[in-house]
């Protein structure tokens, strides 16, 4: 007896590359185009917020640079501005304390930086206010009238250089530029 389309069915009917025309094959091209569909906006649903945070955000970028009026600082006096998210701190030294930043210059034993170097104009010290051990902000006060930071104990003196404690680098000074004799620009 010969095997006639009748009697048995063709052995393409039961492969995965059946053709078109077959019910089941196209249900199973349905579901696995649909699961790919749902993986793929599923993915895009994870990556796009996840991009976006490695980005700047808008208040971020709007303080890519701050201008500081002096006149808003008196003599002797620090005052703290927010520049990229971080505290700056600007200080308008006296000269007797311009003297005891200078004096310290010798004795500064953590990372040795002569005041002259961290300052553009005697008078006026601008350095970021975060601690470079763990990030913290140091308060005004302390041994050497400079800041000590509360979580530590590290100090810094007069020119913001590191004296004591586990910090092991100087408070940083951001960039920044004299626009005038009463405005900086930081950044």
Known sequence: MENTPNNHPPSSLLDD????????????????????AFAVA??????????RTM???????ALATVDINLAEVPLGSMKTFLWQGKPVFVWHRTPAQIATAKA???????????????????EWLVVLGICSHLGCVPMQGGKSDGWLCPCHGSQFDLSGRV?????????????????????????
């Not at 590359?17 to 790919?36: H, K, V, Y």
């Not at 599923?42 to 991009?51: D, E, K, T, Y």
């Open 42 to 51: 599923g993915a895009a649903c994870v990556a796009v917020p996840f991009l």
């Open 104 to 122: 310290q210059d010798a004795t500064s034993t953590m990372q040795a930086q002569p005041d002259a170097e961290r300052v553009q104009k005697p």
């Open 55 to 61: 980005s700047p955000s808008r208040a971020t970028e």
């Open 17 to 36: 590359d059946a053709p078109i025309g077959n019910p089941a094959a196209e249900r199973r091209q349905l579901l696995i185009n649909t699961t790919t």
């Open 163 to 187: 004296t004591q404690g586990p910090a092991g680098k100087n408070l940083d000074v951001p960039p920044y530029q004299f626009l005038n004799e009463t405005t900086i620009r930081v950044g």
